[in-house]
């Protein structure tokens, strides 16, 4: 069946640092990928997608590609502020279109 | 837009009893997915509809869950006798369509916590 592995955090950043969260996944066929995010308190949004291969997708400054080679979707933001502290979750969607999430990851940053 | 909205946001409930809870899709979006959140994990995939059809149901859907989406539009939720094991975040998102890639957007869930 279809899978997500992601990062194990919690990740824990200065303000302006660069952040990188991997995320590999198992699926037969070509699924779509996605990231969601969870700020304090809200529901899941999305933060941005890719549905095939070599796709990048972007929003916020973030930006994830999607690699069919090595099965990953890492995030990755170039500088990072207080206000991106969230949990992050990596997701796929496959041909029921139900997604699997992975873990999540936790993320502080700090001022 | 006025998003996808859950009712109640908490639920407090004795184990055995039943419960139920009510989701609101956006508008005109045809499916409905029901998850299940459990704490430092990832949503989990219970059940979804497309229109008032139920179209697949999750393993992790015992015979005590049941859900309905009578006339295309909002959704219930029920789990009858419940078990100290169904306390978890229970979420729903709906979306516009079937084509691949079609984001599904998300309530802000009901929490459920059996005593």
């Known amino acids: 069946g279809n899978s997500v592995t992601q990062m194990e955090g919690p990740v824990t950043l200065s303000e302006e640092a660069f952040l990188t969260i991997n995320c590999t996944y198992t699926?037969?066929?070509?699924?779509?990928l996605f990231w969601y995010v969870q700020y304090p308190g809200e529901g899941l949004q999305l933060l941005l997608k890719?549905?095939?291969?070599?796709d990048k997708g972007s929003n916020k400054g973030f930006e994830a590609t999607y690699r069919k080679e090595t099965t990953s979707f890492h995030l990755e933001k170039g500088s990072v502020q207080v206000s991106d502290s969230a949990v992050y979750f990596c997701?796929?969607?496959?041909?029921?279109?139900?997604?699997?999430f992975g873990s999540g990851t936790q993320l502080t940053v700090l001022p | 837009d006025t998003g996808v909205s859950q009712d109640p946001r908490h639920k407090i409930t004795k184990r055995g009893q039943n419960v139920t809870f009510r989701c609101d899709p956006i508008s005109e979006h045809n499916r409905l997915y029901w998850y299940r959140q459990t704490l430092g994990q990832g949503p989990e995939f219970l059940t979804y509809?497309?229109?008032?059809?139920?179209?697949?149901k999750s393993r992790l859907l015992s015979d005590r869950f049941s859900a309905e989406r009578p006339k295309g539009s909002f959704s219930t939720l029920e789990i009858q006798r419940t078990e100290q094991g169904d306390s978890a975040m229970y979420l729903c998102a709906s979306s516009l369509g079937d084509r691949e890639g079609q984001p599904q957007h998300f309530g802000d869930g009901t929490r459920l916590s059996i005593l």
């Open positions: 509809f497309q229109n008032e059809a139920q179209l697949e």
């Open positions: 890719a549905t095939k291969a070599d």
């Open positions: 997701a796929l969607s496959g041909s029921a279109r139900q997604l699997t």
């Open positions: 699926a037969t066929g070509y699924p779509s």
